[in-house]
């Protein structure tokens, strides 16, 4: 939810898809008895003490942490083996491409991801829409 320091809602980008979960973005929000996963936003990178929270709740919930190529440098060895990395890449092109294009992600020399664009999970504004305070 745009602007709001933490909302609940249903997972719909992730493996964890269908949870309820506790969304945060600028601080841990209340975590109830309905919450059944915690999600921590590029944002929440920012926050004082955002490695020791997520370390001190990865054995209580399961986690998706969303890292890009300027934060994955603090993830912890912990975080890597318990937490579900949502690894954020900025590319307003890929949308353009055809539903049977590629998208290929080059780390180095014969160590490439590469997937078809229909294969990929997509999520659009509805699918946030259900999104509570």
């Given amino acids: 939810m745009k602007g709001k320091d933490y909302w609940y809602g249903k997972e719909v980008e992730g493996r964890l898809f269908g949870l309820y979960t506790l969304f945060n973005r600028n601080g841990l929000g209340i975590i109830t008895s309905k919450v059944q996963h915690l999600y921590f936003t590029i944002e929440f990178w920012k926050t004082k003490d955002c490695i020791e929270t997520i370390e001190s ?7 998706s942490i969303e890292v890009n190529k ?8 912990n975080m890597k083996v318990r937490a579900h990395l949502i690894y954020r890449i900025q590319d307003n092109n890929v949308f ?8 290929f992600v080059d780390g180095n020399m014969y160590n490439v ?15 946030y829409s259900n999104d509570t305070l």
Avoid: G, M, R, W
Wanted: charged share 25%.
């Fill in 57 to 63: 709740l990865l054995l209580d919930y399961p986690i």
């Fill in 70 to 77: 300027e934060v994955y440098q603090y993830v912890t060895p």
């Fill in 96 to 103: 353009d491409l055809k539903e049977t294009d590629s998208v």
């Fill in 113 to 127: 991801l590469c997937f078809t664009k229909h294969n990929a999970l997509k999520v659009n504004y509805t699918d």
